[in-house]
C-alpha cells in the first residue's frame, strides 16, 4: 500500500492486481452489457404496448407470447437490412457516430448502483455490510464502477453524447439532419445547464459525489430500510426532482421535448440518413439512455436500492426495490409521449433558460443557505435574521434584475419581429428568434452535400 | 507496470490527436481530432489522481468548448477542406518551423531540468526527504474537490470573481455586437443583411473551386 489507497480510488491498480480483482469485472461489465441490452429490448416492448393500451389499439401481439419478441424480431431485421450511406456524406464520420452515441449510452450506466443491502448489520442481522455484497471472497460493490468523480461521469457522458448527434446530423450531407443535428446540440447544452444544478443540489446534500455515498445517506439505519424521509427527493425540496426529471427529457430528446426528430419538419431528424444497424445502435442508445436516466433518478431522489428487506435471499431485495422503482420512472417516460404534445422551438429554449435555470439558481442558494446555517451552528436569533434578511435581500435583487431582462428582451422582440411589418411577413419568421435563423443559414452555406464531402469533386 | 501501460496509450492517443489537429484538411476531423487530445489529457489526470480536474476536463473542454467549435463551422460553411496551399508567404513558414523548433527544445531543455532534480528518486524517498508529502495526497484524493474549492474560495477568491466578471463582460460584449439595431429602417433590412452575408462568405469557396 504505498499510496495507501482505497481499490475504488485506484484506477491503476498500483497496489497489484490479481484474477478475483479481474474477474470481478470482467463479470460486472459483461452483466451490466448484458443487462442493459435485454433491459433495451424489452423496454421497446413495454413502451409500444403500453401506448397502444393508452390509444385503445393492440400493439404489438404475433411475435411471441404478447408480442415479447417483437424488439428482437426488429433487431435482426435491421442487421439483415442493406446499409447505405449517401453519396455526400463523411465516410469516417458517418461511420463514426453510432458508435459515440451507443457508448457513451453504456458508460453513464456504470456509476448506477443497482443492488447491495446498506441498511445497518446490528438491525437486518447479517447482511447488511454498506452496500456490498461478497463475490469471490472479495467484498465489491453491485455496480461496475464507482469513481471518486462518481455522479459527474453522468455529465461527462451526457456531453459527450452531443457528439453522436451533432456528427450524425453533420456528416450524413443532407439538410434535414443538419437542422435535426443543430436543434439537439443546442437543446442538450441548454438542459445541461437546468440538469448540472439539480445533480448539484443533491450533492450538496449529501457532501459527496459518489453515487454508492449519495444512495448510503438516504437509507436509515432500521430493518426496513429507512423511511422516504430521508430521500434527497423530500431533504433538497421537490424542486431539484422536478428540475431534473424535466431537464433528463429533454436531454434523452423524449416526447414532448422530441423536436429533434419532428417527424413533420425534418422527416426524421438527425438519423434521417441511416439504415441497417447503424440506425439500430442510435435507436439502442436513446432507449438505453431513458432506461440510464430513470436508475440515475432512483439513484440520486429515491433511495437508489433502498427499500425493506424481509427473509431469505437478502442480496436480492435491494435489487427488486431498485427495478421497481426504475419501472416506475420507465412508464412515466411512456405516460409523457402519450399524452403531451410537442412543444414549439422557442418555448423549448424559454423554457429551459427562462424557467428551469433560474428557479435551480434561487433553489441552490436556499439549499446552499441552508447548509451554511447547519455547518457554522447560527442558531441565535441575531444570527438567523442577519443571514435571511441578507439573503433576502439578495433573491430580492437578483429577482428584480431577472423581471427586467425579461421584460426587455419582451420588448426587443416585439420591436424586431412585429413592428411595420404585414401579417404575411410575420407568420413564417415567428420563430425565428431562435429556431429558423440558425437553420437557414446552415442551409445558405454549410451543408457538406453541396460540393461533395471532401470539396474536391 | 499497469501505470507505464495506461501513460503510453494516453501519451500516444495526445500526440496523434495533436499531429492530426494540425494535418487535418477538414476543420471538422480537426475539431475531432482535438477532442481526442484532451480524452488523452483526461486520461493522464486520473492517472495522476485529479479525478475531478479529469471530468471537468470532459464535461468542458470536450463537452462545451469544442461542441462550440463545431456549431461555428457548421454554421458558417467552412466544414469543407480549405485550400491551404494559397496565401501563405515563404518566409512565414521558415519563421514558424524556428520557433516550433525552438518552442520543442525548451520544452524538452524543461523536462530534461525537472527529471535532473527528481533523479532517481522515487515518491517513497521524496517523502521521507520532505519534498513530497505521500500521506497527504493519498488522503486527499477523495476530498480533491473539496480541496480545490476550498482555494478557490479562499485564496484566490478575487481572481475567481474578476474570471467571471470577465467572462460576464465578454458575453454582454458579444451581445451588443451581434444584436444589429432594429430603430432606423424597421428591421427588415437588418434581417436581411443578416442572412446573406453568411449565404455570400458560405457560396464563394464553392463556387471558386468549380
Known amino acids: 500500500m504505498r499510496w495507501g489507497v482505497a481499490v475504488t480510488g485506484d484506477p491503476l491498480f498500483a497496489d497489484g492486481v490479481d484474477w478475483g480483482d479481474i474477474g470481478i469485472v470482467g463479470i460486472k461489465v459483461l452483466v451490466a452489457f448484458a443487462a442493459l441490452l435485454v433491459a433495451t429490448m ?24 404478447w408480442g415479447l419478441l417483437q424488439a428482437l424480431a426488429d433487431g435482426i431485421k435491421f442487421f439483415f437490412k442493406e446499409d447505405l450511406r449517401p453519396a455526400n456524406a463523411d465516410p469516417l464520420v458517418f461511420r463514426l457516430a453510432p458508435y459515440i452515441s451507443a457508448v457513451t449510452a453504456f458508460v453513464a450506466f456504470a456509476i448506477v448502483p443497482i443492488g447491495g443491502v446498506f441498511t445497518d448489520p446490528a438491525s437486518t442481522g447479517a447482511a447488511g455490510r454498506g452496500g456490498t455484497v461478497t463475490l469471490f471472497g472479495k467484498e465489491t460493490i453491485l455496480q461496475v464502477a464507482d469513481p471518486p468523480v462518481g455522479i459527474l461521469l453522468l455529465l461527462a457522458m451526457s456531453s459527450v453524447a452531443v457528439y453522436g448527434v451533432m456528427l450524425a446530423g453533420w456528416s450524413s450531407g443532407s439538410k434535414y439532419p443538419l437542422i435535426g443535428s ?66 433528463a427529457t429533454a436531454e434523452l430528446n423524449r416526447p414532448p421535448f422530441d423536436l429533434v426528430e419532428a417527424e413533420q419538419e425534418l422527416v426524421g431528424g438527425f438519423h434521417t440518413e441511416y439504415s441497417s444497424i447503424r440506425f439500430a445502435l442510435f435507436f439502442l442508445a436513446e432507449f438505453m439512455n431513458v432506461i440510464t436516466m430513470s436508475a440515475i433518478m432512483v ?66 442558494m ?35 434584475l431577472l423581471a427586467a ?25 415567428a420563430d425565428a428568434p431562435t429556431g429558423s435563423v440558425p437553420a437557414d443559414r446552415a442551409l445558405a452555406g454549410a451543408s457538406p452535400g453541396e460540393a461533395g464531402p471532401e470539396g474536391e469533386s | 507496470m499497469v501505470e507505464v501501460v495506461v501513460f503510453a496509450v494516453a501519451g500516444a ?21 482535438l477532442v481526442m487530445t484532451l480524452f488523452g489529457v483526461a486520461v493522464l489526470f486520473v492517472a495522476l489522481q485529479a479525478h475531478f480536474i479529469a471530468a471537468v476536463q470532459v464535461i468542458v473542454y470536450a463537452g462545451a468548448i469544442v461542441v462550440l467549435f463545431l456549431f461555428v463551422i457548421m454554421l458558417l460553411g467552412v466544414d ?16 514558424a518551423a524556428a520557433f516550433g523548433l525552438g518552442g520543442a527544445a525548451v520544452l524538452v531543455w524543461l523536462v530534461a531540468a525537472v527529471d535532473r532534480i527528481f533523479k532517481g528518486a522515487h515518491s517513497y524517498e521524496l517523502e521521507s526527504a520532505g519534498v513530497v508529502e505521500t500521506d497527504a495526497v493519498a488522503t486527499s484524493y477523495a476530498t480533491d474537490v473539496s480541496a480545490i474549492a476550498r482555494s478557490l474560495f479562499s485564496d484566490y477568491v478575487y481572481a475567481f470573481e474578476l474570471t467571471s466578471l470577465l467572462l460576464i463582460v465578454a458575453v454582454i460584449g458579444t451581445v451588443i455586437l451581434a444584436r444589429r439595431s432594429y430603430g432606423a429602417d424597421g428591421g427588415r433590412a437588418g434581417q436581411h443583411g443578416d442572412e446573406s452575408a453568411p449565404a455570400e462568405s458560405g457560396a464563394t469557396p464553392q463556387e471558386a473551386r468549380q
Open chain 1, 42 to 65: 424489452f423496454m421497446i416492448w413495454f413502451e409500444r404496448k403500453l401506448i397502444s393500451d393508452m390509444q385503445h389499439r393492440i400493439g404489438p401481439n404475433v411475435a411471441g407470447p
Open chain 1, 299 to 364: 439513484t440520486l431522489f429515491f433511495g437508489g436500492p433502498a427499500g425493506p428487506v424481509f427473509f431469505g435471499l437478502t442480496w436480492l431485495w435491494p435489487t427488486v426495490w431498485f427495478l421497481a422503482k426504475v419501472l416506475a420512472f420507465l412508464f412515466v417516460f411512456v405516460w409523457f409521449r402519450a399524452t403531451l404534445p410537442r412543444l414549439r422551438y422557442d418555448q423549448l429554449m424559454s423554457l429551459g433558460w427562462k424557467v428551469l435555470i433560474p428557479v435551480m439558481l434561487f433553489w441552490l
Open chain 2, 80 to 95: 469543407r477542406a480549405a485550400e491551404l496551399s494559397l496565401g501563405a508567404l515563404p518566409a512565414q513558414r521558415w519563421t
Open chain 1, 405 to 429: 431582462a425579461l421584460r426587455a428582451a419582451k420588448r426587443n422582440t416585439a420591436g424586431e419581429y412585429f413592428e411595420g411589418q404585414d401579417l404575411e411577413a410575420v407568420t413564417p419568421t
Open chain 1, 182 to 247: 443543430v436543434r439537439a446540440s443546442a437543446q442538450a447544452i441548454s438542459y445541461e445547464a437546468a440538469l448540472g444544478m439539480s445533480v448539484v443540489a443533491v450533492v450538496i446534500a449529501a457532501g459527496s459525489l459518489s453515487t454508492q455515498s449519495i444512495v448510503s445517506q438516504q437509507v436509515g439505519g432500521t430493518w426496513w430500510g429507512g423511511s422516504p424521509d430521508d430521500w434527497f427527493l423530500l431533504t433538497t425540496g421537490i424542486v431539484p426532482f422536478v428540475v431534473f426529471l424535466i431537464s
Open chain 1, 366 to 400: 436556499f439549499l446552499g443557505l441552508r447548509q451554511l446555517v447547519a455547518d457554522q451552528g447560527w442558531s441565535t436569533p441575531r444570527e438567523l435574521v442577519v443571514v435571511l434578511g441578507l439573503s433576502a435581500a439578495g433573491l430580492a435583487l437578483g429577482w428584480t
Open chain 2, 13 to 33: 492517443a495526445c500526440l496523434v490527436g495533436a499531429v492530426g489537429v494540425v494535418l487535418s484538411r477538414n476543420p471538422v476531423h480537426a475539431a475531432l481530432m
